[in-house]
């Protein structure tokens, strides 16, 4: 695991491919109820704009029972929600899942303490998915 603390980005390695993981993670959520808003296949769109880009697509999910109140008591916090994650292949062929660490978006935007839980969904999906 690579913890971008200065940017509040944490990374960890996947033991599937990008295809795979991003079907692991959508079967996840669809498991824990979770709405998955919107898959960006940013590698795709780059080939259609004439670019070569190693695999890498975008998960956009939340579930608004959770997000809302995170937004209602830190409404800049609606920035960086819906939760993200990040699925990408390197150089070297290996995969890796990214997704905003929960303190920082806690710190950054003031949000209680005790609504942390609604905004660490990420990790612990992006954790079972990299299995």
Known sequence: ???VASQ???EIESNHSVDETVSRLKEILAAKGIKLFAEIDHSGEAEKAGFKMLPTKLLI???PKAG?????????SAIDLPLK?????DGAGKTYLAYNAPEFLRVRHNIPADLIGNIAAAEVIANNAAK
Do not use: C
């Open 68 to 76: 809302t109140p995170v937004m209602l008591a830190a409404p800049l």
């Open 8 to 10: 509040g980005i944490i």
């Open 1 to 3: 695991m690579k913890d």
């Open 61 to 63: 999910f939340g579930n």
């Open 85 to 89: 994650i990040l699925v990408r292949q």
